[in-house]
């Protein structure tokens, strides 16, 4: 999937807007940023090369991973840089977006999962929020305290969080909701999250459970995946199949597969000059591989579940159900299991396992 920008500003309420101007952004580009150069990347950690990428709205590679090692940009001394981009910086008006969605009140208690650099953390503060921030990398916390501290914010920042909180907002993507994030959520408290690529809001329950639904596709860039080593997977029959690859790239095909099979990964890729889509589920070690050609396409499946035969059967139920949007989605969580439904199509219900 392609990252992709925030919309406008003049999207975001006058509130919204105000504190985005408010919050000195280039403070919240620290440590440093990659930006593609040939053979790698080059860092930008000086004060005047991080305020011209101020007003970039296209999210900024903020972590790469090299020989299964992170970095931060004032971490990545070797050159040319090179690793995959394992995490993003999103623009100022995507995390005005996802904040708007959570309808922060001055003085809430809010939970923030994945400050990042403080950015987010600081809109909230701006918003006359009480915040208290998890941050799982010690020295991305480190930094996001000392430019919170410069401008002037405060939040409590911790490993162990406990509630209750009336609002929980994760910055980052998950394929899962935790329901942690449920049993940190004060009765009648929200839940704002991105699963998948869709923005999701819950309502948590007395009972410990939350209900939701979709509220339209995630402003936050989507959750970075390592190139599939698929070559040596051997040979399968081909066939032809009616459902392109690009269903499951936007929109409510994608976010459907997404709650279908939570731990699958889609890749794209050049072979022969064709182009070849490839759908993973590392933990059943199945993969189907679909092939672009002059006539249609051709899929081909490995491993003991037919992933694509799946994908044509989800596909076939939503059109059959009249092809409702994203939004249509509900989400019910206990403690135990996760439920999504569209509707009452039976092929549109999916059930797994909760969590921690």
Not at 116 to 125: D, R
Not at 135 to 161: C, I, M, V
Not at 191 to 213: M, Q
Request: a neutral charge.
């Amino acid at each position: 999937m392609q990252d992709r920008p925030g919309a406008s500003p003049s999207s975001l309420s006058p509130r919204l807007r105000a504190a985005v101007a408010a919050v000195p952004r280039p403070l919240f580009l620290r440590p440093g940023v990659f930006r593609p150069a040939r053979g790698g990347w080059r860092t930008v950690t000086d004060t005047a090369g991080l305020a011209e990428l101020a007003d970039n709205e296209w999210p900024l590679v903020l972590q790469v991973e090299w020989n299964r090692a992170r970095y931060l940009a004032d971490q990545a001394t070797w050159r040319p840089v090179r690793g995959l981009p394992v995490r993003h910086l999103p623009g100022a008006t995507a995390v005005a977006r996802l904040i708007e969605a959570a309808d922060v009140a001055p003085g809430s208690r809010v939970l923030e999962i994945g400050a990042g650099t403080g950015y987010s953390t600081a809109l909230l503060c701006q918003l006359g929020a009480e915040v208290t921030a998890v941050e799982a990398d010690a020295a991305l916390a480190g930094h996001a305290r000392a430019s919170l501290a410069e401008a002037g914010y405060a939040a409590d920042f911790t490993a162990s969080p406990s509630g209750p909180y009336e609002r929980v907002i994760a910055t980052g993507p998950v394929t899962r909701l935790p329901h942690d994030w449920v049993r940190w959520t004060a009765p009648g408290g929200t839940i704002t999250a991105t699963l998948g690529t869709a923005l999701v809001r819950l309502t948590a329950r007395p009972d410990g459970t939350a209900d939701g639904r979709v509220l339209g596709p995630s402003p936050m860039p989507p959750r970075a995946t390592e190139p599939y080593p698929w070559s040596g997977i051997g040979t399968a029959p081909g066939r032809d199949t009616r459902t392109p690859p690009s269903l499951l790239t936007s929109g409510t095909p994608a976010l459907l597969a997404q709650l279908a099979f939570p731990g699958c990964e889609l890749h794209t890729t050049l072979d022969d000059c064709a182009t070849v889509h490839l759908l993973h589920d590392p933990a059943r070690r199945s993969l189907a591989e679909v092939v672009d050609d002059t006539y249609g396409w051709t899929v081909r499946e490995y491993g003991p579940v037919k992933l694509w035969e799946q994908v044509e059967r989800l596909v076939a139920a939503w059109r059959e159900a009249g092809s409702p949007d994203l939004t249509a989605v509900r989400l019910h969580l206990t403690e135990h299991t996760h439920t999504y439904r569209l509707g009452d199509h039976p092929d549109l219900r999916w059930e797994h396992p909760a969590g921690p």
